[in-house]
């Protein structure tokens, strides 16, 4: 007999990883698939980083770690908050974990209390709405416009705030949009989170780095709101170091000395090697940084010219991160003459299987009339995707 926790049912596996794993299949079974499904750099992790982690290896750093992570890599962590983000973060503020959705989940477990409203702005993250629900939360949605684009308004937020509302997640750059904040319209949210006192917001900077217009805001630099403020980061995307496992946050200290309790039962510290070499890719600069983000920029605009070219795609140009999320609703109803498209979810399965491209529907993202491309990947991969997407979507009438 089986039996599972509520919690667990709760769950719904990650759409993103979902449509990973059933790429990685149908490759494994001789298939010639495009995937472009994963926000994932395609770049290896530069040279000098590898190098420390090597180095770390040899000096016999594989004893347990403290749980919020190597004093330097605290202290170059607060030294890149003070001098790129304009915030003051003592080391003790600032927790080290395994991805940045390590992070995430640590602090909704030590904030949220079952019944707790968190509000999440949508399109989201496919992981904030499930990490909600496990902490007991009740997920509360504002959802943003491609009109505009897809950014969500301040007096959109005034509206749904109650007394039960205990967290607003932000994330900017966006993953799934690419759409970036500006400093007027941040300010403009933090005014209303300040209005409202037990009212916090966790901001996503994950994508930081990744911006082709404007410049990256933090949060947390509005003073008047800098206590109610969770900042959270990593080096996955920054540095092509998905497979590193660093995240951070940065936090008021009863927060980050909470995720510090609770991290000390869950998974004590992160990997003593990649913690070294995290201390590296925050010390140095190799240019590598730059050249990925002038690859996405690229990259990006070949994608959204040539998804122009697609009859019945409707997109906003991102300003950030790697991916474009084009509305597809002019394709559902539609049909090839044997299967009819309901869902942003089923166009996704029907270009995989007609055009071998893998993409992620929008319903996990909490935008059911669009799809996820990400073009963290090479140029002639994207053109020939689109080259496919184009050819097979034509069949639908």
Not at 144 to 169: G, H, S, Y
Not at 285 to 307: E, H, I, Q
Not at 328 to 351: P, V
């Amino acid at each position: 007999m089986e039996y599972l926790s509520d919690r667990i049912k709760l769950l719904s596996a990650s759409a993103t990883l979902a449509m990973a794993q059933k790429s990685r299949e149908l490759k494994a079974k001789g298939m010639d698939i495009i995937s472009l499904s994963l926000g994932e750099p395609d770049f290896n992790t530069p040279d000098y980083i590898k190098e420390a982690g090597k180095k770390a290896i040899d000096d016999n750093f594989s004893k347990y770690p403290p749980v919020s992570g190597y004093n330097d890599l605290r202290e170059a962590i607060s030294k890149k908050f003070r001098e790129e983000n304009g915030l003051n973060y003592t080391p003790d503020q600032i927790v080290v974990s395994v991805g940045g959705k390590h992070s995430l989940i640590n602090v909704m477990l030590c904030m949220i209390n079952p019944g707790d409203e968190v509000i999440i702005l949508a399109p989201y993250w496919v992981s904030y709405y499930d990490q909600v629900l496990l902490a007991g939360g009740k997920p509360v949605i504002v959802e943003a416009t491609l009109e505009n684009d897809f950014k969500v308004l301040p007096e959109q937020l005034e509206v749904v705030i109650t007394k039960k509302t205990r967290l607003i997640i932000f994330n900017s750059p966006s993953n799934p949009t690419g759409m970036v904040y500006t400093r007027e319209e941040m300010e403009a949210i933090a005014r209303v989170v300040s209005r409202h006192e037990g009212l916090y917001i966790m901001t996503d900077e994950i994508y930081e780095h990744i911006i082709f217009k404007g410049e990256h805001v933090s949060m947390a630099s509005f003073d008047f709101i800098y206590d109610r403020v969770i900042t959270v980061n990593g080096l996955s995307k920054s540095y092509a170091m998905t497979g590193w496992r660093i995240g951070y946050i940065g936090a008021p200290l009863w927060i980050a000395k909470a995720v510090d309790k609770l991290q000390g039962q869950f998974t004590s510290g992160v990997c003593t090697i990649a913690q070294k070499a995290a201390v590296a890719a925050l010390r140095q600069d190799d240019g590598s940084r730059k050249m990925m983000r002038d690859a996405f920029l690229r990259r990006r605009d070949l994608v959204c010219k040539l998804l122009k070219e697609i009859k019945g795609f409707k997109i906003r140009v991102p300003q950030g991160a790697f991916y474009v999320m084009p509305d597809i609703s002019h394709f559902l109803g539609k049909s090839d003459g044997e299967k009819k498209i309901n869902t942003s979810d089923e166009l996704a399965l029907y270009l995989l299987e007609k055009a071998q491209v893998a993409v992620v529907g929008g319903d996990s993202f909490g935008a059911p009339k669009c799809i996820r491309i990400s073009y963290a990947t090479s140029d002639d991969l994207l053109v020939e995707a689109m080259k496919r997407m184009k050819k097979a979507l034509e069949l639908l009438r």
